[in-house]
């Protein structure tokens, strides 16, 4: 990867020949200036509807207009994502209590009817245009428009070969995962890590185009369409520009054997992890090798059928 534009190390579009530094770094600077000129439109043309946006949170419920949550970005420096609030001011101090009840698998946390979104919350998180202050990202080179999903610091430690592979390239606002995801129901944190490796393998400006295209025409992501449809086969199989990412996840078991090792089985086809000393943000002290916070620890569930 360079390091200066943020550039995978991978093959060419038509995977016969290795994409040399210039022609990447080409290729990223392109992709820059395209970020900077679509969000630059972006904004200009949905300012009416944030503002409008920020009146109606900020006469509806107590508490600051935007949620600014820590990620990592970009060769793992942090920034601010923001979004739109669209929970109760003291959400986080509640989360502890419903890490049971999660819908989903993995390091991910989401609860059917959430009781801490507000119901202007709601709507906005429908319409994705809770999202819409992450142009501000994209502006800021924290974020592009296309990329895997920015994680803080503790939900990528959970696996350690999905966090070297997207943190190589600047995380975006959608990406493949977010248009090709379909086992939304029963947990598809494997998918997560398949979609989010498969894009950086394979990047290419092609590739953004298309995931934009898609994001449109499925609402947001509403709905999922096949991967074929964005990346060929054969190029899913083909040469193997970016070993080091290269693995197969093909159920939700395989992300266990994969990221978890350290961890151990409940005997209830989920996983327990050791209580362990940690900071606030997941970061582990006193040596410890364990970076999940005391939320992780109590809550996190495989789910696995």
């Not at 994502?81 to 049971?100: G, I, N, P, S």
């Not at 698998?105 to 801490?116: I, L, M, S, Y």
């Not at 999905?162 to 947990?187: F, Y």
Request: glycine content about 8%; proline content about 7%; charged content about 20%.
């Amino acid at each position: 990867m360079n390091p200066s534009h943020g550039a995978p190390d991978h093959y060419s579009s038509d995977e016969k020949t290795p994409a040399g530094p210039r022609s990447l770094n080409v290729q990223m600077a392109v992709k820059r200036g395209l970020d900077i000129a679509l969000a630059s439109i972006g904004l200009a043309l949905v300012s009416p509807l944030l503002l409008v946006t920020a009146i109606l949170i900020k006469l509806t419920s107590r508490g600051p207009v935007l949620f600014g949550h820590i990620r990592e970005g970009l060769n793992g420096r942090e920034f601010r994502c923001l979004k739109f609030r669209t929970m109760v001011a003291d959400a986080h101090t509640k989360q502890r209590e419903l890490y049971q009840q999660s819908a989903v698998d993995g390091p991910q946390f989401k609860v059917a009817n959430d009781p801490r979104v507000t119901w202007l919350g709601g709507w906005l998180r429908s319409t994705n245009v809770d999202e819409l202050p992450q142009l501000i990202n994209v502006l800021c080179g924290h974020m592009s428009l296309i990329g895997p999903r920015p994680s803080p610091f503790r939900e990528n430690q959970v696996c350690i070969p999905w966090r070297k592979a997207r943190l190589s390239i600047r995380p975006g606002i959608t990406g493949l995962w977010q248009v090709c995801r379909h086992e939304r129901d029963v947990g598809d944190f494997h998918q997560w890590i398949h979609y989010d490796t498969l894009y950086v393998r394979r990047w290419s400006l092609w590739l953004d185009l298309s995931i934009l295209i898609a994001t449109v025409l499925t609402l947001g992501g509403r709905f999922s369409i096949p991967v074929d449809w964005l990346i060929r086969h054969s190029r899913q199989n083909g040469d193997v520009s970016r070993p080091d990412f290269e693995f197969e996840l093909s159920n939700r078991r395989d992300w266990l054997d994969l990221c978890l090792p350290r961890y151990t089985s409940d005997g209830n086809n989920g996983f327990s992890v050791e209580p362990n000393r940690s900071n606030d943000d997941g970061r582990p002290t006193n040596g410890s090798q364990n970076p999940m916070n005391s939320y992780d620890q109590i809550g996190i569930q495989a789910r696995l059928s």
